[in-house]
């Protein structure tokens, strides 16, 4: 756990999802117990989305994420304060899981696109950093900055 905190980044995982094999029926399905990394409290999906528009920009103390791009796509930029890392989604198969304690900056690529967010925690907005030096003093605070 305690390596969990200290590096979160090492932990992100694109999911391949499961789905119906007969292309013609097409459909992809995600098994709680099986699929995902963490039990899953709340769903919730970003809607009406257009090419450009920016969101997140926040980081979760505690909250785990899977982020599915169930309609367009989407470029995810995952930052533990000292690295990033990026991710198109671009396919409903796809699952990015996002360990808690990263930044995370999500651009829309095209318009109409649609994020399905699963998460391991209800609502709680004091789970949230949303000033971005407040979340370096943060990462700075949780992991030691040298071995010495
Ligand atoms: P936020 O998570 O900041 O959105 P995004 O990362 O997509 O830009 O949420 C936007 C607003 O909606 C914010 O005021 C909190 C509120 N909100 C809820 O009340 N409940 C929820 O489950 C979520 C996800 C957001």
Redo the contacts with the bound molecule.
Sequence with gaps: MQNSRKEPLKLVRMLKLPGNPEEHRQVTFLELDDNAPFAVR?V?W?HSLSAGEV????AHRSMQQLLIAVNGSFRVTLDDGKDNREFTLSSPFQALWVPAGLWRH?LTLADQSTLL?L?STH?D?AD?I?DYPAFLAYTNAVVPSADV
């Excluded at 969101?55 to 926040?58: A, K």
Aim: no cysteine.
């Design positions: 709340r919730y970003i969101r997140g920009n926040h999500i967010v998460a609502f907005e949230y949303r």
